[in-house]
């Protein structure tokens, strides 16, 4: 059980203190959970933070539960999931597409993501239910050819992180806690409030400012 999303993003940095002042490498933070963990690995750690938008498409009988994810240039879908309409698939594909677009508007403005060619990238989120979210920001991730890509999470069940592991291009696995009896991401934690986009672009913002740049290059 950790206090909150910034308790969980001190332990893992504590896993992460390899990785300290490295050069070439970037913390990529889901949006918008993901963000405030990302955010403490990379304030001890001294790295740049960036964000990998994604997000899941709903089941339409339960939205909490994801039977595919969706980013500005890819898709997957849970083939498992049975009895789900082509015709709802694209009608949230197309929906989820333009909250992104307005989401990298919002976050970005004028400035340039950071390029996560040749770079170790340590993706971010605040835990995983079905994996769905992570696994298109990681396919996501792949387009841009980075050296190495490690995944780092507060909590999983065993099997959505086995198929995270198991995913081609992934070097390596953290994860903190892996419960047997797994509900919801939420449950893992005493304080799980909903992080707002405003909230997002301040961390961001102090991130980018609390940085030593004098040795990274990118």
Do not use: W
């Not at 709903?58 to 500005?72: M, S």
């Amino acid at each position: 059980m950790f206090t909150n999303r910034e308790e969980a993003g001190i332990l893992l940095a504590d896993k992460l203190i390899n990785y300290s002042n490295a050069k070439n490498t970037v913390i990529a933070s889901i949006p918008r959970g993901g963000v405030p963990v990302g955010f403490e690995i990379a304030k001890k750690l001294n790295l740049p933070l960036e964000i990998v938008l994604s997000k899941k498409i709903g089941h339409p009988f339960n939205k909490e539960y994801a039977i595919g994810a969706v980013t500005l240039k890819s898709r997957i879908i849970n083939d498992s999931v049975p009895g789900i309409s082509k015709v709802y698939i694209e009608e949230e594909t197309n929906k989820i597409r333009k909250l992104l677009n307005q989401r990298y508007q919002l976050f970005y403005g004028d400035k340039t993501p950071i390029e996560f060619k040749d770079k170790t990238v340590i993706v971010v989120d605040d835990g995983i239910a079905t994996g769905s979210t992570l696994i298109s920001s990681i396919e996501l991730i792949k387009m841009q050819k980075p050296s190495k890509i490690i995944v780092a999470l507060p909590v999983a069940p065993s099997g959505s992180l086995n198929k995270v592991k198991t995913l081609e291009g992934v070097d390596l696995t953290i994860c903190l806690l892996i419960p047997r009896n797994f509900q919801a991401v939420g449950q893992f934690y005493e304080e799980f409030n909903q992080v707002s986009d405003q909230e997002v672009m301040e961390l961001l913002k102090k991130a980018k400012n609390s940085l030593n740049l004098n040795y990274l290059t990118h």
